[in-house]
DNA sequence: GAACGCTAGTGCGCAAGTTCACAAGCGCAC
DNA sequence: GTGCGCTTGTGAACTTGCGCACTAGCGTTC
């Protein structure tokens, strides 16, 4: 891997949470030093995959002995960007945008959820798991002022545009969108979907033609 | 397209949804007819991305034209096996699994929640969203009575491939999974995931790479 | 009925991602 | 210090996916 030809293709990025998770459990029980194959096995991937993987990260492996978990766990975290917390903006304070803020797992993680917003006037002042609800036009100062660079959005799909224009007015540059609808980023904008129904629906296709087929 | 060579591949297959979302759309805006072009404007995709995706169902299309909207929607809906209801088994009745129970998105798109099941005795027995809750242990009689395809997973991580050893047995096919572990399912079966904090660590990679680099 | 405009369908070259297989190299045993 | 077993790192073949650019063909106009 040369000095600064280090461009991580698209699919090892998503793969680098999933190995984190697994030498976190490593961590969790003082194993010192792991394979690739233990760590494929793990991350239920192929071996061959770990190793080019973690290669973009650097020579970080000892040939016959394999990876320290530790350090590889910390050189991954900082790769990820995890060493520091990810303030994370949810819009759209209704059950999904509510339950999220309830969810410890984020702030745990490092995401803590600095502030709601709604354009419901009867929700903004409310407090949902000691975070305040904001009106939406509040969210380009407020976003910037708490050092949002992440956005969720929990708006119904109607408002989900809106929502996402808002939050890239607000600098925000990373979107996690759960709204079941196709929103559009500028250019240089990170945007990640969660959709259950679509996922529902590729499990219906194989399901169907799993039972027809086979 | 030759006629039994309908091998769709796994990325269209992940569209399918997204199109057939755009056409219900168009639907109900009374729209009788649709380019490739401004489908996948819709879908926010390429336009011969959406031709060659189509073509996999069947050359549906008329040339000069374009896609008969209702026509494409109910071939879509058959070849993803959505004309008819597939009742959903969900293992794990703690914030998440009623979350999705109380969720009338789900029934709305043909995936009924017929069965809720936990381990802990003192939910059995407790009705959330007029589904009752039933004990892990009666996944493989109740899941084939009521004629269940997928089930969700979301129980904590710990207990996430027990719960997915019990649905396959119970010969449920397909599996969506919402505890933030790796899981694994024979040969045959399908499994997805939806797993929050890796999709926020993907965002973060990217957010710190950005504010590095850019 | 001929010509034209428009859009579906697709062959093909390119890019991305995956996997195999092997050489390089570390550490331990003796 | 030499040799051996083990595991990394990676070149290269292969697979999958993408998108251009062209052809086929429908419908409409004159
Ligand atoms: N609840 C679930 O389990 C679930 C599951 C999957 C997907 N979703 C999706 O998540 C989204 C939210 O679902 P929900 O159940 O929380 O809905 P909800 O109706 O409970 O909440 C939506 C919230 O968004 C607010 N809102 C509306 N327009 C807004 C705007 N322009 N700007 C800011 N806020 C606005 C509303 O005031 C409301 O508080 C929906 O798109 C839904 O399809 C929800
Ligand atoms: N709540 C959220 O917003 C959220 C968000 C992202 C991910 N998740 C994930 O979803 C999963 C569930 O989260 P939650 O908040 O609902 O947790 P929870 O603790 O509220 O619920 C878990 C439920 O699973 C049951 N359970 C435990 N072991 C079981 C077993 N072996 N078989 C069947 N049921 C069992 C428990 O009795 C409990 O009712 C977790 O893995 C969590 O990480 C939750």
């Known amino acids: 891997m040369s000095d600064r030809a ?4 698209e699919a090892t990025v998503a793969r680098l949470p999933v ?3 697994s030498l976190a459990e490593l961590v969790d029980d003082k194993i010192p030093t792991v394979s690739s194959e233990r760590l494929a096995e793990m991350a239920g991937v192929n071996a061959a995959k770990v190793r080019k993987d973690l290669s973009y990260l650097g020579s970080y492996g000892t040939r016959g002995v394999g990876y320290d978990v530790e350090y590889l766990l910390f050189q991954m975290s900082r790769e990820l960007g995890l060493t520091h917390d ?5 819009v759209g304070a209704g059950n999904l945008g509510s339950a999220l803020a309830n969810y410890g797992g984020f702030t745990q993680r490092g ?6 917003f709604d354009s419901d006037r009867a929700k903004v002042g409310q407090e949902i798991h000691g975070v305040e609800v904001h009106h939406t036009d509040d969210i380009a100062p407020l976003a910037k002022k708490l050092g949002v660079g992440i956005g969720v959005i929990a708006t119904p799909a109607s408002a ?4 996402a224009d808002k939050l890239v007015a607000a600098g925000v540059g990373s979107i996690l969108n759960f709204a079941p609808t196709v929103i559009s980023v500028p250019e240089g904008v990170s ?3 969660v959709d259950l129904a679509l996922e529902l629906q590729i ?5 169907e033609h799993r039972d027809a087929d086979g």
Not at 6 to 9: D, F, G, L, T
Not at 111 to 116: D, E, G, K, R, W
């Open 6 to 9: 280090r461009h991580i293709p």
């Open 19 to 21: 190995y984190l998770r």
């Open 86 to 90: 990810w303030p994370v903006a949810i």
């Open 111 to 116: 995401f803590p959820v600095a502030a709601l």
């Open 160 to 163: 989900a545009q809106d929502a």
């Open 191 to 193: 945007l990640r979907k």
């Open 203 to 207: 499990l219906s296709f194989y399901q």
